[in-house]
């Protein structure tokens, strides 16, 4: 990035500066586990070819204290699934996405991705 000095006062277009985009290229049957993004940001990542999945949960109080603790437990790195230590599983939003569509996930929501065919993505 580049281009704003340390003396611009709107914070606004400093941030711009810190944006970073890539290009991701996932193999059929390649998923990334559960995640919220760093900062508890919004993401997003446009599909150029391949299908991919992704399952979404809300970051209510109750999941957020499961994803910590699924964390914190080590579940995680034990292969435990996520969704399994919900209490409402009817809550997990699944979206398929197919090339030359876009997926957005709002600030704080947990998710995870999984590759139906390969793919490339950039986000």
Excluded: E
């Amino acid at each position: 990035g580049g281009g704003f000095s340390a003396a611009t006062s709107d914070s606004t277009t400093a941030a711009l500066d810190d944006s970073r985009h890539y290009v991701r290229i996932l193999p059929r049957g390649s998923y990334s586990n559960f995640r919220i993004q760093d900062g508890g940001a919004a993401t997003w990542m446009g599909l150029a070819h391949g299908k991919m999945t992704a399952l979404l949960i809300p970051p209510t109080d109750l999941n957020l204290a499961l994803y910590t603790s699924w964390i914190v437990t080590g579940a995680r790195d034990a292969g435990c699934f996520l969704p399994h230590a919900l209490p409402l599983r009817r809550q997990i939003i699944r979206i398929d996405v197919v090339a030359g569509q876009a997926l957005f996930i709002p600030c704080g929501w947990i998710f995870a991705l999984a590759a139906a065919a390969d793919c490339v993505a950039a986000a």
